[in-house]
Every structure is written in structure tokens, then in C-alpha cells.
């Protein structure tokens, strides 16, 4: 069992931010990566066609016999979980609940979250965070420019500051002590989301906390990967030639090995 591979899947390439963080930490394992390219994005759609979606999605990799499923996706984990969990045997984890646990620790328990236009529908992060500290004050927004800011490789110029300021404005004037980046594409944003809300406010990225809980429930379970150097494998269920170039930047690496796949 400890010599499959993780299945990580996303919407497309945004969850190269979740993939690079596991990669970092469990240096050992065989990782497979699906972005479903063809269908991007899922932030704007409806609770039913993204479950249905994150179903075939993980279908795919479970095929590929993976020990373990990420769903590196915020509005997939947010709305498609429990259809997960319940379709599939074998462990399935999501960014929401790591997340979560680790703004848990905000010390004036006034936490800003952002996401796209379905995680914050959903609801899901204000109702994890409260699960853990039940007087929180939960301040959401969603912040849908962002994506395509990180996709043209603008996170850090003068609009994305701009944008920031715009979305952010109502989560500086309600006194956050701590923000979760919800949404796989945000980590790119940090430096500009830092400058905007200054030194005083906690990024909380969902990606490097999903990475911990992985590793934490591979040294539990005894899942690891005895080995170092494990294999990389991307799938895409469009042309690759977009995720290739984008990705880079996500990945913080040249991409090879990309392969378009149909799922569904
Ligand atoms: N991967 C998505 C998320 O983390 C962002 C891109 C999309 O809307 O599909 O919510």
C-alpha cells in the first residue's frame, strides 16, 4: 500500500500550489496530478456540477490505484467531500479542513476568509473554523479577479495591489488578525495580500497546511513511502500546452510529462 501513489486533483492549475507543497514535505512519494482543464473553472458553477465533476475527477486517479486522494481544489472540497468519501474507500482529504485548524489559532478570533464565489457560498470554512473555536468572527469574501490575476503572472503588479485593496477592505476595517487564502491560486498573491493588510495579519495557506496533515496521517497510518526521489505524473483533460506555461509559476518548476486524459 505505501508504494502507490498520492492522487491530487484540481480544477486545473491552481492546485500545482497543493502538489508543490506535498512535494516539498514527502520528497518520497509517487505523486499524480489532474487538472481538469476542459471544465475550469469551478468556482463559478453550481454545487451539483461540481460535485459531479470532483466524482469523475477522483474516479480517475482511484483508477491509477492511489493510496490516498487530495482534492487541492477549495470549491471542490467545500461542496464535494462527503460525495467523495462515501463513493471511495480509501482516505480522501480536502484544503478546508487544514485550513481551518490552523487559523484556529488567531489570537483575537477575528478571521477574514477568501475564496472563489462557491467556496464562500458554501460556507464551508466559516463552519470548520467555528467547529474549533465556536465565538470566532468569521469576515468572508470572494474574490474572483484574483485567478486570472495569478494566470497572466500579475500577482504582484500595481492592479493586483488594487484589486486587493478593493476586496479587502471590509476584512481591514472589521479588524482580522488572520486571513485564509481559500482559493488554490492565492499563495501566488502573499506578497501583495501582505503589503495590503500589513505585518500585523497571519496568512493562512491552505496549501502548505494540507501538506502537514498528509504527512501527519501517512507517519499515523504508516503510509509513507519508504523511498526518496518519487515519480511526478500530470494529466490535464485539455490540450496541455496552457497548463504547461502557467504552471511553471505554480509549480515553481518546468512541467514535463503532461498528458490530456477524458474523464466522465
Ligand atoms: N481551484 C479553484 C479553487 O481553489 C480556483 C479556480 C476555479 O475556480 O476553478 O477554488
Redo the contacts with the bound molecule.
Sequence with gaps: MRYRAIGIF???V??LTVFKEIAALLPGENLIYLGDTAR?????KSVKTVQRYALEAAEFLVDQGVKLLVV?????SAVALPALRERFKLPVIGVIEPGARRAASSRNRRIGVI??E??INSGRYPEAIKALVPDAEIFSAACPLF?PLAEEGWAEHEIARLTAVEYLQPLIQARIDTLVL????YPLLRNTLGKVLGPGVTLVDSAEETAKLVQQLFREQGLAHPAHGGNRAFFVTDVPTRFEAVGRAFLGAQLTKVEQVQIG
Excluded at 475550469?40 to 463559478?44: C, E, L, N, R, S
Excluded at 487541492?72 to 471542490?76: K, L, Q
Design positions: 484540481d480544477s486545473g491552481g492546485g475550469v473553472p469551478y468556482g463559478t487541492a481544489c477549495n470549491t471542490a475564496g472563489t462557491g467556496t485567478v481559500g482559493c488554490t491560486h
